[in-house]
Every structure is written in structure tokens, then in C-alpha cells.
């Protein structure tokens, strides 16, 4: 059984710099993908980025992509995102999600398996 925690979540102000963790237990962490997806108040959830499963390739979204760094430690069973200067829409709660694949960067929600149950991210304007 896989379970995904979420920590590192709260409250930052625009421009300003927050990271988020991800730790997971489970034999299958060190050879899947993993991803992180948020979703805002009223709107669906949606991708943020991906890294395969020994990080060297990387995905993200466009409304991320400079700001955001996604990396992972197999040794730690943890995954990160990275988040500089941080927009007031980049609210969001944050999830953690876990692919049954390795070598490629799924952006689809579909392709996860498993969730964390998310941390919150207010950024203040």
C-alpha cells in the first residue's frame, strides 16, 4: 500500500518563495514518476509538474514553467516542488501523485494512482 503525506504548505506573500514536500512509504517510490497537481477554490484540479523516477527528466505546466522546480530524493522516498516568485494565483491546495509509470512525465491526472491528501498554499498580494 502507498501512501503519499503532503507538508510545507501555508502562507506566503507575492513574490516570496515556499517549498512542499511530499513523503511517501511504499516499495514502489524509487521507480515511478511522480507529480504535483493543485487545484483552487471553484476550479478543477490540474498539473504542475512531473519528474520520472530518477529525475532526469522534467515536466511543468506554462503558468509554472521558471518559477517552479520539481526534484525528488529516492534515498528519502520524497519528492519537492519549489515554488519562487510566488502570484496570488498560485492559491491553490496542492497534491502529490504517483504514477504506475517510470520513464515518462504524464501530465494527466488519469495516470496516477495515487494522492496525497494535499497541503494548502495561500499566496497574498
Known amino acids: 500500500q502507498v501512501q503519499l503525506v503532503e507538508t510545507g504548505g501555508g502562507l506566503v506573500q507575492a513574490g516570496g518563495s515556499l517549498s512542499v514536500s511530499c513523503a511517501a512509504s511504499g516499495r514502489t517510490f524509487s521507480s515511478s514518476s511522480l507529480g504535483w497537481f493543485r487545484q483552487a477554490p471553484g476550479k478543477e484540479r490540474e498539473f504542475v509538474a512531473t519528474i520520472t523516477w530518477r529525475g532526469g527528466r522534467t515536466s511543468y505546466a506554462d503558468s509554472v514553467k521558471g518559477r517552479f522546480t520539481i526534484s525528488r530524493d529516492n534515498a528519502k522516498n520524497t519528492v519537492y516542488l519549489q515554488m519562487n516568485s510566488l502570484k496570488p494565483e498560485d492559491t491553490a491546495v496542492y497534491y502529490c501523485?504517483?504514477?504506475?509509470?517510470?520513464?515518462?512525465?504524464?501530465?494527466?491526472?488519469?495516470?496516477?494512482?495515487?494522492w496525497g491528501q494535499g497541503t494548502q498554499v495561500t499566496v497574498s498580494s
Open positions: 501523485a504517483m504514477s504506475g509509470r517510470a520513464y515518462y512525465t504524464p501530465r494527466s491526472e488519469d495516470e496516477y494512482g495515487y
